[in-house]
């Protein structure tokens, strides 16, 4: 789940055909109007997901040789975004500010709310945030 100003987006990882199958049954599927995400890709390697298995609205990323490639759907521009004509969603803002709250609460309680803040220390000496 990525956010920014007036747009979110969600990216969701299927790695076999019979877990992309199974997930038309869930009930955000059924209504999209449930789910998160003002614009909604799955990404997989090539093979595993045509676009014509997609459901209306979603995009397309594959991953080949550790890069990714946009397949479908992906904005024309950087202003398509937050422009409410081009987003195939309207995600469900409750349901994603939930989502945060509890990748925050998580990062709390195993000790890493403050990395938010303090920045996180990569290669250098303790003190000397990235």
């Keep these: 789940m990525g956010f920014r100003n007036s747009a979110s987006c969600l990216i969701e990882a299927k790695c076999s055909r019979a877990d992309l199958l199974a997930d038309r049954k ?11 995400g003002d614009w909604r890709f799955f990404i997989s390697e090539p093979g595993i997901i045509s676009i ?24 024309k521009g950087n202003c398509c975004w937050g422009n409410p004509d081009d987003k195939p969603f309207t995600g469900n803002k409750q349901v994603e500010c939930d989502y945060m709250l509890s990748a925050l ?8 709310l403050n990395e938010i803040y303090d920045g996180v220390i990569v290669n250098k000496k303790e003190g000397n945030a990235a």
């Design 26 to 36: 869930k009930r955000f599927r059924k209504n999209p109007s449930l789910g998160m």
């Design 52 to 75: 014509e298995d997609l459901p209306p609205g979603w995009g397309l990323l594959h991953v080949v040789n550790g890069r990714v490639r946009k397949v479908h759907g992906w904005p």
């Design 105 to 112: 609460r998580r990062m709390e309680l195993r000790g890493h």
